[in-house]
Nanobody, 126 residues
Framework: QVQLIESGGGLVQAGGSLRLSCAASGRTFSNYVMGWFRQAPGKEREFVAA????????GYADSVKGRFTISRDNAKNTVYLQMNSLKPEDTAVYLC???????????????????WGQGTQVTVSS
């Protein structure tokens, strides 16, 4: 069992930046593939970014590619999402997720993730 706690959300103007953090409990953080998803009101939860266990491979949704960067610090049991050039359409609750399957790659499929945080609200004003 792992607990995930997100932080760093808030209100920002279009074009601004935010850095989200997700702290994980437990001693086996380096075994988890980590992902970020988001969910806007009335919409399905969608993939944003993911990173494999070593941090060597990353994947992004087309809508955030070039603007968002996922990273992890296994020594701190934390995964980050740096969000630049934010747009009003980025407004959503952002959730981090952990995949404990032991796979060597990452997945954009939310069904692949075993643990979820509660989420942090990001609001981008125009």
């Amino acid at each position: 069992q792992v607990q995930l706690i997100e932080s760093g959300g808030g209100l920002v103007q279009a074009g601004g930046s935010l850095r989200l953090s997700c702290a994980a409990s437990g001693r086996t953080f380096s075994n988890y593939v980590m992902g970020w998803f988001r969910q806007a009101p009335g919409k399905e939860r969608e993939f944003v970014a993911a990173m494999d266990r070593s941090g060597g491979y990353t994947g992004y949704a087309d809508s955030v590619k070039g603007r968002f960067t996922i990273s992890r610090d296994n020594a701190k049991n934390t995964v980050y999402l740096q969000m630049n050039s934010l747009k009003p359409e980025d407004t959503a609750v952002y959730l981090c997720a952990a995949d404990n399957s032991g796979g060597s790659s990452y997945s954009a499929n939310r069904a692949a993730y075993d643990y979820w945080g509660q989420g942090t609200q990001v609001t981008v004003s125009s």
